[in-house]
């Protein structure tokens, strides 16, 4: 093949030595438009897994670079006046110059021709000069290639909110460091590390808007760097910062950090008669945020596969398309990651109200990639230490985050689980059932602290199904007095909650084994919502409530907290997300009023907000209640993030104690972007900028989450549902793995559970063999 690289960073080099590895036969060129030895920015950070799929791909190149890292194993966070450090992280520095010159060599040993100072204006007439069958488009980050052929490649690219500026340094640090200074004006970042014997890289980061109060926009390169110097100065011990970009004029040294994603990564273009593909590699396809230190890892990763799709012997548009669909999918991982990475820093201030101990922990498990799992396999010493902290035990034996105990009002959880409510479709008239009784209680003994019933409607209009509970009657109150004196009566501490709820125009539907979301077959009843908009085009349209309406929904609202209360309940949730009614105000998708309750967010918010008091005043005062919200409608026109916050804001002055921070569902058009733990950054941001209790849901399946997001101050309470469908004893069962490699914390907490567990089994199995409710359990 003949194969030009336009490019030769980091990805242009790499596989075209790859490329004549495999063949020599090949016959390849790399285009560089600087010359040899130019290179900009300053040292990079590769993980001990990139090293060893480069000892792989090129054991000669990779032991050249293995010899030139410097290793170290300790991060250090400067905040407020102290310092944190841990070890056992295993980070590699290697100068960016020191990186291309040991891949430049190994390309001119192999045969590779390197063309330097080549300013390639046009691609077509390059490829058919050098009579090319693939081009990789390896030019960086302002690819002209991707720009020329955006249609093909849809990129999207997205500056971020911070500046910075990519400085060095002769001060070494013997630890990844990271220091924090707070300006009248707002927060400034450093990152810094060694990456030879006499020089580190020192990257200065803080909001645009922060830059601009201090008029480092109206600054001289020199000035620029000299302010850094000063503020920085307890950091750098006299040493200067250097600059290596000086063909950049003035403030242009200061970057909003461009997040680059393609739809496409390969394009065929017909040149001189022949169909040439173009190709996307490294920073030209995508970026990722420098605060994960993945960019020069992806270009060299993208290299590697890319020829070990060729060496698999399949054709060429095979190996292009298994390219395009591995990378495109490791990348998002990658950028999934730095994004939750980037949003960090953006909002430094965020979290300044913080300890430097957990200050320091929400740091290192920013991206959601470090968890708390793998924190102790890198510094067990440190993070016990931090246990020890959290929990406030002085030094003595402390539990892991799950498992410490919170007061909320008079209601004490005994540790950080609950069990999110879920919709069960086995009511008869809104009576809960049988299957309530076993289905609820089960988890109640299964650990947890607190188990919530499904969203209850207030009135017989207000279910989403047939088969859904409701709280209008005292038949209906009497059948949930049955569960909760069963849970309280349990001996194991859990306490259980009530959502309460009114779907609005999302009801009347079927049950979720039939045909989800979808009307009745038949007995439908008439809906009602904020304004007359449908939930899709084969729901039935909702009315506009009236303000008659309003005040008897509102009512019945204040009825239903009443018999709440009666019943015993220990918690009371509204339901003000998901597209249901309250959420029909709150979302501008759906509001469509022209009165006081439509509009602005303080409009729409105000009659859930009027909901929410009425029944505060109803309900006794010892006892909480919290409020979900869809934090994000995932669509164009609703509510973000920002709204979110205001929302949170909102309740909590009106009385609420907690907001569930779910997100979505108000609209079939809703487009969520899902991953792990992907609503959990929607529950730090209101926790620590409205300053109000958080419980953290979705996609949390594993113990390991619900200690990170703790630990690090995410989220309060961490509501895990599905987990609890496959096992009622999840909680039990997560808490007794921890406790058999969690020998620092006392065991009395588990010691009578396990003899529970068997029983709770040994009934579940009775009432599956004999589809009746066991005696011991009623």
């Known amino acids: 093949m003949r194969i030009l690289c336009l490019g030769g960073g980091p990805a242009g080099l790499y596989f075209a030595l790859l490329m004549k590895l495999q063949n020599p036969a090949n016959i390849v060129t790399v285009v560089e438009r600087n010359r040899p030895f130019d290179t900009f920015g300053w040292g990079v950070v590769l993980s001990d897994q990139t090293l060893g799929n480069l000892q792989v791909a090129d054991p000669v190149s990779a032991k050249l670079i293995g010899d030139a890292f410097n290793h170290w194993d300790d991060v250090e966070v400067f905040f407020k006046g102290r310092s944190v450090r841990s070890g056992g992280h295993g980070f590699c520095g290697i100068g ?17 021709d390197l063309v330097f100072e080549t300013d390639v204006q046009d691609d077509q007439a390059i490829t058919a000069q050098y009579d090319a069958d693939l081009v990789i488009a390896s030019d960086g980050l302002n690819s002209r290639i991707r720009n020329r052929y955006a249609a093909t490649f849809k990129p999207d690219v997205e500056l971020r909110a911070c500046r910075f500026v990519w400085l060095g340094t002769h001060k070494t640090f013997d630890a990844f460091t990271f220091a924090f200074e707070k300006t009248e004006h707002g927060w400034f970042a450093a990152h810094a590390y060694k990456f030879d014997d006499r020089t580190s890289t020192f990257i200065v980061e803080t909001p645009e808007a922060v830059w601009k109060a201090h008029g480092l926009d109206q600054m001289s390169q020199e000035e620029g760097i000299a302010f850094c110097e000063r503020l920085f100065a307890k950091y750098l011990d006299g040493n200067a910062l250097m600059n290596n ?7 242009a040294i200061w970057i909003r950090f461009p997040r680059v994603v393609c739809e496409r990564w390969v394009h065929h273009e017909t040149v001189a008669g022949k169909n040439v593909p173009i190709v996307l590699m490294g920073d030209a396809a995508h970026t990722a945020h420098f605060s994960i230190g993945s960019g020069t890892k992806l270009a060299l990763e993208d290299a590697i596969e890319l020829s070990r799709c060729f060496a698999d012997g399949t054709g060429t548009d095979e190996a292009l398309q298994a390219y395009e669909a591995v990378r495109s999918v490791e990348v998002l991982k990658i950028q999934n990651a730095a994004r939750n990475s980037t949003e960090w820093f953006e909002n430094v201030g965020r979290y300044s109200g913080m300890d430097a101990e957990q200050f320091f922990y929400s740091l290192m498990t920013r991206s959601q990639r470090i968890s708390h799992q793998n924190l102790g396999v890198r510094d067990a010493s440190w993070l016990q230490g931090y246990e020890q902290w959290l ?17 909320v009002r008079d209601v004490q959880l005994k540790n950080r689980i609950v069990v999110s409510p879920m919709a069960t479709y086995s009511a008869i008239d809104g009576i809960p059932q049988d299957f309530h009784l076993v289905h609820l209680g089960a988890r109640a003994l299964g650990g947890a602290a607190m188990v919530f019933v499904e969203m209850t409607s207030p009135n017989p209009e207000g279910r989403i199904t047939p088969g859904c509970p409701g709280l209008w009657n005292e038949t209906q109150m009497l059948a949930f007095k049955r569960i909760v004196t069963f849970v309280h009566a349990s001996g194991e501490g859990a306490k259980i909650a009530l959502q309460i709820g009114h779907s609005g125009p999302k009801g009347s539907t079927q049950v979720g084994w039939e045909d989800s979301d979808e009307p009745l077959l038949s007995g439908n009843w008439p809906l009602m919502a904020a304004s007359g908009v449908a939930y899709g085009p084969t729901n039935h349209m909702p009315k506009a409530m009236t303000r008659e309406d309003m005040d008897t929904v509102k009512a019945q609202f204040v009825q239903s907290t009443r018999y709440a209360a ?9 339901h003000c997300a998901h597209g249901y009614l309250l959420s029909s105000f709150i979302t501008p998708l759906t509001n469509l009023r022209t009165d006081e309750y439509g509009g602005s967010l303080e409009n729409r918010c105000r009659y859930p907000l009027e909901v929410f008091e009425a029944m505060r005043a109803v309900w006794p005062a010892h006892l909480p209640m919290s409020v979900r919200i869809s934090a994000h409608d995932w669509a164009p026109g609703g509510n973000t993030a920002d709204d979110a916050v205001a929302m949170a804001k909102m309740f909590k002055q009106a009385g ?3 907001i569930d921070v ?43 989450h619900v200690n990170s997001i703790i630990a690090a101050g995410r989220a309060d309470l961490c509501a895990i549902a599905r987990p609890h469908l496959a096992d009622p004893a999840w909680t039990l069962h997560e808490a007794a793995k921890l406790q ?8 009395p907490y588990l ?28």
């Open 662 to 704: 779910s997100s979505g569902q108000t609209t079939r058009d809703a487009k969520p972007v899902y991953g792990r733990m992907y609503q959990t950054p929607f529950a730090d941001r209101i926790r620590n900028e409205a300053g109000i209790q958080t419980i953290a849901v979705g996609a949390i399946s594993e113990v390991d």
């Open 245 to 251: 970009a000086t063909h950049v004029r003035g403030s």
């Open 656 to 658: 609420a104690d907690f």
């Open 751 to 778: 010691s009578g559970r396990d003899q529970m567990y068997r029983e709770i089994a040994k009934q579940q199995e009775l009432a599956a063999s004999t589809a009746q409710v066991p005696a011991a359990i009623k």
């Open 391 to 407: 929990a406030k035990s002085n030094g003595k034996p402390a539990p892991p985050p799950m498992l410490l105990p919170l007061k």
């Open 96 to 112: 960016r110059k020191r990186l291309l010159n040991i891949l430049q060599e190994r390309c001119i040993e192999l045969g590779v």
């Open 566 to 574: 009666e019943a015993g309940f220990d918690w009371v949730e509204l």
């Open 740 to 747: 058999s490699r969690h020998v620092a914390w006392p065991k």
